[in-house]
């Protein structure tokens, strides 16, 4: 473990991002529902008055958000720590791909995309967290 504790904190001073994986949202009567993750995990790190930081903030499946247009379904996601930040995820299930966008304050915040699950939420929760987010705030020591 200690090992593992090492290798990230080398990590963390050269500037390595981490992306988060979520699991696939799983609704029996609503298929559609699969090709969208359970949750979505932003995390960063940062140092302050000199002790190492975690913020990270959860996002949940608005599920009266959920519609169809065209060959795509669409999906908004709602910070589980409140405030006006949300994401969107559109998954085209023609062409197999998705796109996620984060909105900050109603500013987009960046956007991802990819037909591939595991790299798409690697390269879409790369983004971290924002100024203005709601989040979660624990030491890392």
Known sequence: MEMDMEKRDN???HGTFFGFVPQRLEV??????NDFPFNVLFV???VRDGVRVMGSAVYNPDFSSFKKDGDTYSM???NGYGGDSRL???YDF???SWIGEKFVSGESAGMA???EWQMFFVHFTMLGLKNGERCKFELTS
């Open 11 to 13: 990590a963390l001073k």
């Open 94 to 96: 023609k062409k197999k």
């Open 44 to 46: 960063s790190f940062d």
């Open 28 to 33: 029996e009567e609503v298929p559609e529902l």
């Open 113 to 115: 995309f990819g037909s």
């Open 88 to 90: 969107r995820i559109d």
């Open 76 to 78: 908004q996601y709602r």
